[in-house]
């Protein structure tokens, strides 16, 4: 039988951009309805952020970018994507000239695209990739001017946070010097071959008591992958960033997540600071 490691190759794609624009440009987004009830549930604590999904290019071979969280922020040690709440005032500022076209950020046929979904869906879009630029900025050195754009995927909500995730993804156009702040220990690049290794999918076996502020030990497994960094070291991606991911896939590759009960467990206990760390929620701007 085939294995997803098989079937992926990178040569029917030979403009991997200009597929992912494609198909992220026609799927179905639910910013304005998500959007709309944030700002409705924001006196409850509804929240509202950006995330760069960035893909890379070293010669053929293209990678994602995530960043492994430092020990001083909430969530120590997952892997995620850059970005963070959405700033009211600042991201406004920001989106105006997103959405002007004065940035080569966005541009060309991703511009296109999200034009084409109706002014409110662009504003949005342009709004939460101005707040995802501004943090991956502050969180990696990355200058906006070395990212172009290539398409907004569908938001992913967590419960734990009362936090809506508005996902977007970009190319990195051109080498970069990183420059961590202190809620990034460092950059983890995953070749994105990898996702399509069935090998590449374990069970992450999740413990935790004070997280859930019950005095009961709770145990459950999670789809996780498992990435061999160069020196031996794994990282290990699940959660939010995860799904996010494997959205990605099926959106742009048809590609179904394996069987991952099958795969390497791998068991982790959750500290009593794993939710911690310094959240801004920040004032929640009208969608126009």
Known sequence: METPAIRFSPHPFPDLTARITETLGVTPIDYPERYAAIRAGR??????????????????????????????????????CPGGMLHGATDVAFRSLLCSGAMPVIQGRPRELSRLRGPLEYRLICLFLANAL?????????????????????????????????????MVSAPWTFRPNREVARVVEIPLASFFAEESYGRYIVTYTEVSGSKEEVCQDFPCMIHREPDGTEEILWGATFYIIMRMLKIVFDFDLPDWRKGRPIERSLRADYLTGQRMAGRIPPAD
């Open 43 to 80: 006196k409850e604590g509804a929240q509202a952020a950006g995330v760069l999904l960035l893909i890379r290019m070293e010669g053929h071979t293209p990678f994602l970018q995530l960043i492994k969280r430092s020990a001083m922020v909430a969530q120590p040690g997952d892997l995620s």
């Open 134 to 170: 501004r943090e991956t900025w502050e969180e990696l050195g990355l200058n906006p001017m070395r990212i172009r754009f290539l398409g907004p995927l569908p938001t992913y909500s967590l419960i734990l946070f009362r936090r809506t995730i508005f996902p977007l993804m970009g």
